[in-house]
């Protein structure tokens, strides 16, 4: 098995001319780390942090394999710098859970809405962020949602199947709705002033 130097992978030099020390709050943890000022979260995440859950896919955001939580809403981290994510809680599939499965992860189970796996995280997360949004009235705002996730195996219909039980579960669509527009209006007012 191959070990990792896990300090000395966070501590890697980055060009002197475009290293930044940045501090990443990653699912409740703080990580501090120099990184090149082009780096973008997902390979702050994989390749420093050994935090491989969040997977590469295309690279150019258009998969949905990155996606993760920031600040509770849905990111894709291919596109992002990690650098533009400090003060930010980030969460990964590795958080997601709490000493048992979070009720997505266990409805994407119930529902074999996955199949070779490798776009399971990034659709686990994304789903996560869509109810978070409350946007899950109906299976087509459900799918319209989620297209930025695709699925080489065509796992579609139990994905939709998926997150309408994981909302029957438990999680409240209302109470994210109203949680994400008082957010937008929050940043409406931050971006005035």
Do not use: W
């Amino acid at each position: 098995m191959l070990e990792v130097d896990r300090e000395r992978a966070r501590a890697g030099t980055a060009y002197p001319q475009h290293a930044f020390e940045i501090a990443l709050t990653v699912n409740g943890e703080e990580h501090r780390l120099s990184v090149d000022a082009r780096t973008t979260l997902l390979d702050a995440l994989r390749d420093r942090l050994h935090l491989t859950g969040t997977k590469k896919g295309c690279g150019l955001g258009q998969c949905g394999a990155c996606t993760l939580l920031v600040d509770g809403r849905r990111v894709v981290s291919c596109l992002t710098l990690a650098v533009m994510n400090q003060g930010r809680s980030i969460t990964t599939i590795e958080g997601l859970a709490d000493g048992e499965l979070h009720p997505v992860q266990q409805a994407f189970i119930d529902h074999d809405a996955f199949q070779c796996g490798y776009c399971t995280p990034g659709q686990i997360m994304s789903a996560v962020g869509l109810i978070q949004e409350g946007r899950t009235r109906s299976d087509d705002e459900i799918r319209e949602n989620m297209s930025g996730n695709l699925c080489r195996c065509g796992a579609y219909v139990n994905i939709v199947d998926a997150i309408k039980d994981a909302i029957a579960r438990g999680l409240d669509p209302r109470e994210a709705m109203t949680e994400a527009v008082e957010a937008i209006r929050q940043d409406a007012e931050g971006k005035e002033t």
